[in-house]
Protein backbone atom coordinates (compact mmCIF):
# COMPACT_ATOMS: atom_id res chain seq x y z
CA UNK A 1 0.00 0.00 0.00
CA UNK A 2 1.33 3.21 -1.18
CA UNK A 3 2.00 5.94 1.58
CA UNK A 4 1.20 9.21 0.88
CA UNK A 5 2.21 12.47 2.77
CA UNK A 6 -1.08 15.67 2.71
CA UNK A 7 1.09 18.69 3.44
CA UNK A 8 -1.27 21.40 4.60
CA UNK A 9 0.90 24.30 4.19
CA UNK A 10 -0.74 27.10 6.14
CA UNK A 11 -0.30 26.57 9.93
CA UNK A 12 -4.87 26.36 10.82
CA UNK A 13 -4.90 22.61 12.23
CA UNK A 14 -8.64 22.80 11.43
CA UNK A 15 -7.93 22.70 7.51
CA UNK A 16 -5.75 19.52 8.28
CA UNK A 17 -8.96 17.87 10.17
CA UNK A 18 -10.98 18.91 7.36
CA UNK A 19 -8.29 16.86 4.82
CA UNK A 20 -8.41 13.95 6.87
CA UNK A 21 -11.91 13.48 6.81
CA UNK A 22 -12.33 14.08 3.35
CA UNK A 23 -9.43 11.28 2.45
CA UNK A 24 -11.28 8.64 4.83
CA UNK A 25 -12.69 7.04 1.81
CA UNK A 26 -9.23 6.10 0.48
CA UNK A 27 -8.23 4.09 3.83
CA UNK A 28 -8.42 1.09 2.04
CA UNK A 29 -6.20 2.06 -1.10
CA UNK A 30 -3.25 3.89 0.45
CA UNK A 31 -1.80 4.88 4.10
CA UNK A 32 -2.52 8.73 3.94
CA UNK A 33 -0.91 10.88 6.47
CA UNK A 34 -1.86 14.57 6.67
CA UNK A 35 -0.09 17.25 8.72
CA UNK A 36 0.59 21.13 9.14
CA UNK A 37 3.38 23.18 8.52
CA UNK A 38 2.70 24.78 12.29
CA UNK A 39 5.45 27.71 10.97
CA UNK A 40 3.47 28.64 7.85
CA UNK A 41 0.68 31.37 8.02
CA UNK A 42 -2.53 30.97 9.54
CA UNK A 43 -4.17 30.98 5.75
CA UNK A 44 -2.43 31.26 2.23
CA UNK A 45 -3.93 34.14 0.94
CA UNK A 46 -1.33 36.24 -0.65
CA UNK A 47 1.52 36.12 -2.76
CA UNK A 48 3.48 36.97 0.09
CA UNK A 49 2.15 33.73 1.90
CA UNK A 50 3.17 31.76 -0.88
CA UNK A 51 6.11 32.67 -1.75
CA UNK A 52 6.88 32.13 2.80
CA UNK A 53 5.38 28.55 2.60
CA UNK A 54 7.84 27.21 -0.10
CA UNK A 55 10.86 26.15 1.45
CA UNK A 56 8.79 25.20 4.51
CA UNK A 57 7.01 22.95 2.06
CA UNK A 58 10.69 21.53 0.63
CA UNK A 59 11.64 21.08 4.49
CA UNK A 60 8.79 18.78 4.98
CA UNK A 61 9.58 16.70 2.03
CA UNK A 62 13.06 16.35 2.54
CA UNK A 63 12.14 15.04 5.97
CA UNK A 64 9.91 12.45 4.67
CA UNK A 65 12.08 9.89 2.94
CA UNK A 66 9.61 7.25 4.02
CA UNK A 67 6.64 8.34 1.92
CA UNK A 68 5.84 7.52 -1.92
CA UNK A 69 4.11 10.61 -3.01
CA UNK A 70 3.44 13.87 -1.55
CA UNK A 71 0.23 16.10 -2.00
CA UNK A 72 0.62 19.85 -1.88
CA UNK A 73 -2.89 21.00 -0.30
CA UNK A 74 -2.89 24.29 -1.23
CA UNK A 75 -4.60 25.69 -4.13
CA UNK A 76 -1.94 27.77 -5.72
CA UNK A 77 0.28 24.75 -5.48
CA UNK A 78 3.13 26.82 -3.75
CA UNK A 79 6.46 24.97 -4.36
CA UNK A 80 5.16 22.54 -6.40
CA UNK A 81 7.87 23.23 -9.47
CA UNK A 82 10.51 23.33 -7.47
CA UNK A 83 9.40 19.92 -5.71
CA UNK A 84 9.55 18.57 -8.90
CA UNK A 85 13.31 19.46 -9.89
CA UNK A 86 14.19 18.50 -6.09
CA UNK A 87 12.84 14.97 -5.94
CA UNK A 88 12.43 11.78 -7.46
CA UNK A 89 9.38 10.86 -5.87
CA UNK A 90 6.25 12.10 -7.34
CA UNK A 91 4.29 14.93 -5.37
CA UNK A 92 1.22 16.85 -6.77
CA UNK A 93 -0.31 20.37 -6.40
CA UNK A 94 -3.71 20.33 -5.84
CA UNK A 95 -4.94 22.91 -8.17
CA UNK A 96 -3.21 20.97 -11.49
CA UNK A 97 -4.99 18.17 -10.41
CA UNK A 98 -8.22 19.36 -10.03
CA UNK A 99 -7.66 21.13 -13.34
CA UNK A 100 -6.63 18.39 -14.96
CA UNK A 101 -9.11 15.78 -13.70
CA UNK A 102 -12.09 17.91 -14.43
CA UNK A 103 -10.12 18.19 -18.01
CA UNK A 104 -10.26 14.73 -18.19
CA UNK A 105 -13.25 14.15 -17.80
CA UNK A 106 -13.85 16.64 -21.12
CA UNK A 107 -16.02 19.06 -18.95
CA UNK A 108 -15.64 22.87 -18.89
CA UNK A 109 -14.96 23.77 -15.45
CA UNK A 110 -15.62 26.11 -12.77
CA UNK A 111 -13.80 27.49 -9.71
CA UNK A 112 -14.89 28.71 -6.27
CA UNK A 113 -12.02 31.07 -5.23
CA UNK A 114 -11.55 32.43 -1.76
CA UNK A 115 -11.23 36.54 -3.39
CA UNK A 116 -10.60 38.33 -6.61
CA UNK A 117 -6.84 38.14 -5.90
CA UNK A 118 -6.85 34.44 -5.59
CA UNK A 119 -8.72 34.30 -8.98
CA UNK A 120 -5.75 36.23 -10.70
CA UNK A 121 -3.38 33.79 -9.60
CA UNK A 122 -5.53 30.78 -10.50
CA UNK A 123 -6.12 32.08 -13.55
CA UNK A 124 -2.66 32.82 -14.39
CA UNK A 125 -1.82 29.55 -13.31
CA UNK A 126 -4.79 27.63 -15.74
CA UNK A 127 -3.24 29.40 -19.03
CA UNK A 128 0.06 28.58 -18.19
CA UNK A 129 -1.21 24.71 -17.62
CA UNK A 130 -3.03 24.88 -20.81
CA UNK A 131 -5.98 24.86 -20.27
CA UNK A 132 -7.63 27.90 -20.26
CA UNK A 133 -10.25 26.61 -22.66
CA UNK A 134 -11.69 24.48 -20.70
CA UNK A 135 -12.38 27.46 -17.91
CA UNK A 136 -15.67 28.59 -17.59
CA UNK A 137 -15.25 31.24 -15.43
CA UNK A 138 -14.11 31.61 -11.12
CA UNK A 139 -16.14 33.61 -9.06
CA UNK A 140 -15.13 34.58 -5.24
CA UNK A 141 -17.08 33.89 -2.28
CA UNK A 142 -14.95 36.46 -0.53
CA UNK A 143 -14.34 34.54 2.79
CA UNK A 144 -10.87 33.75 4.56
CA UNK A 145 -9.15 30.06 4.76
CA UNK A 146 -9.95 29.96 8.36
CA UNK A 147 -13.75 30.94 7.02
CA UNK A 148 -13.63 28.04 4.60
CA UNK A 149 -13.02 25.52 7.17
CA UNK A 150 -15.10 26.78 10.21
CA UNK A 151 -17.97 29.47 9.21
CA UNK A 152 -21.06 27.35 8.92
CA UNK A 153 -22.05 30.37 6.22
CA UNK A 154 -19.53 28.98 3.80
CA UNK A 155 -21.69 25.67 2.10
CA UNK A 156 -24.54 28.26 1.13
CA UNK A 157 -22.01 30.79 -0.56
CA UNK A 158 -20.63 27.60 -2.86
CA UNK A 159 -24.19 26.70 -3.63
CA UNK A 160 -25.29 30.17 -4.53
CA UNK A 161 -22.09 30.67 -6.73
CA UNK A 162 -21.43 27.35 -7.84
CA UNK A 163 -25.12 28.15 -9.61
CA UNK A 164 -24.25 31.27 -10.74
CA UNK A 165 -21.00 29.32 -12.36
CA UNK A 166 -23.73 26.88 -13.84
CA UNK A 167 -26.28 28.82 -15.16
CA UNK A 168 -24.61 31.82 -16.28
CA UNK A 169 -21.03 30.32 -17.62
CA UNK A 170 -21.66 27.23 -18.66
CA UNK A 171 -19.70 25.32 -16.18
CA UNK A 172 -20.39 21.84 -16.44
CA UNK A 173 -18.57 20.70 -12.95
CA UNK A 174 -16.86 22.57 -9.99
CA UNK A 175 -13.53 23.11 -8.53
CA UNK A 176 -13.79 23.78 -4.56
CA UNK A 177 -10.83 26.64 -4.68
CA UNK A 178 -9.42 26.01 -1.28
CA UNK A 179 -7.83 22.88 0.98
CA UNK A 180 -10.25 24.79 3.69
CA UNK A 181 -13.24 23.73 1.82
CA UNK A 182 -12.67 20.01 1.72
CA UNK A 183 -15.44 19.30 4.42
CA UNK A 184 -18.53 20.61 2.79
CA UNK A 185 -17.85 18.78 -0.60
CA UNK A 186 -20.16 15.78 -0.18
CA UNK A 187 -22.97 18.63 1.27
CA UNK A 188 -22.55 20.90 -1.73
CA UNK A 189 -22.84 18.36 -4.62
CA UNK A 190 -25.68 17.35 -2.94
CA UNK A 191 -27.03 20.76 -3.55
CA UNK A 192 -25.61 21.41 -6.96
CA UNK A 193 -26.63 19.53 -10.38
CA UNK A 194 -23.41 18.87 -11.36
CA UNK A 195 -20.43 16.71 -9.97
CA UNK A 196 -17.62 18.96 -7.77
CA UNK A 197 -14.47 18.23 -7.46
CA UNK A 198 -12.38 18.19 -4.43
CA UNK A 199 -8.52 19.19 -5.48
CA UNK A 200 -6.82 17.39 -2.24
CA UNK A 201 -8.80 14.09 -3.54
CA UNK A 202 -8.29 14.19 -6.89
CA UNK A 203 -4.55 14.79 -5.97
CA UNK A 204 -4.63 11.86 -3.73
CA UNK A 205 -6.13 9.88 -6.96
CA UNK A 206 -3.61 10.60 -8.90
CA UNK A 207 -0.55 9.79 -6.45
CA UNK A 208 -2.53 6.52 -5.68
CA UNK A 209 -2.42 5.87 -9.32
CA UNK A 210 1.34 6.47 -10.01
CA UNK A 211 2.75 3.90 -8.12
Request: charged fraction near 25%; charge should be negative.
Amino acid sequence: MRRILVINPNSNASVTEGLRDSLLEFASRASIECCTLEDGPFGIESDEDIASVVPLVIARIDESPSFDACVIACYSDPGLAECRQRFSKPVFGMQQSAVETAVAKGKRFGVLALSDESIARHVAYIQMLGFADQLAGELPLNISVDQAANDAGTLDKVVVAGRRLIEEYGAETLILGCAGMAAIKAAAEKKLPVPVIEPVQAAVELAIKAG
